[in-house]
């Protein structure tokens, strides 16, 4: 029976199909990391692992394309978007800490705070400040 994967896994099988990528030699492609044959036993590992977590071929190569090892996919992944366990509504209460008043789950809405404009700086239509004109230098100039 194969064990569960964990996020750690994961990350790792990640990791081991961006670094351990194919490059073209006169004998034929080798693994660019370890010069072994392509694909290595780490980058089959992290195809194996990548598969069983549900990615097909199509997302694994844009994964290998898009270079970075340390790329976040989430866990449990799906390919719509998160799963419904790990919603905001659907997060166990943590114990030790109240909830806060008003709050049934997630984080609350936030509004933008007004900008305060400083004196002699008068707003556009597009909401750039524009200072107004300078007639004397703010600072005494060196003779």
Do not use: K
């Not at 195809?47 to 990615?55: I, S």
């Not at 997630?106 to 933008?112: E, S, T, V, Y």
Request: net charge positive; glycine share 10%; charged share 20%.
């Amino acid at each position: 029976m194969p064990a569960p994967l964990t996020p750690e896994d994961v990350r790792l099988a990640v990791r081991a199909v961006v670094v351990h990528t194919a490059e073209e030699w006169p004998t034929g492609p080798l693994c660019r990391n370890d010069g072994a044959s392509y694909p290595c036993r780490l980058h089959r590992w992290g195809r194996r692992v990548l598969e069983a977590h549900g990615l097909n071929e199509r997302q694994i190569e844009a994964l290998i394309r898009h270079g970075n090892p340390f790329v976040h996919v989430p866990f449990p992944f799906t390919a719509t978007g998160p799963s419904p366990a790990r919603t905001a509504g659907a997060r166990p209460a943590t114990t030790g800490y109240p909830a806060p008043a008003g709050r049934t789950g997630g984080l609350p809405a936030r509004q933008q705070a007004a900008r305060a404009v400083p004196p002699g700086v008068r707003p556009t239509a597009a909401g750039r400040p524009v200072t107004a004109p300078v007639t004397a230098p703010r600072w005494p100039r060196a003779s």
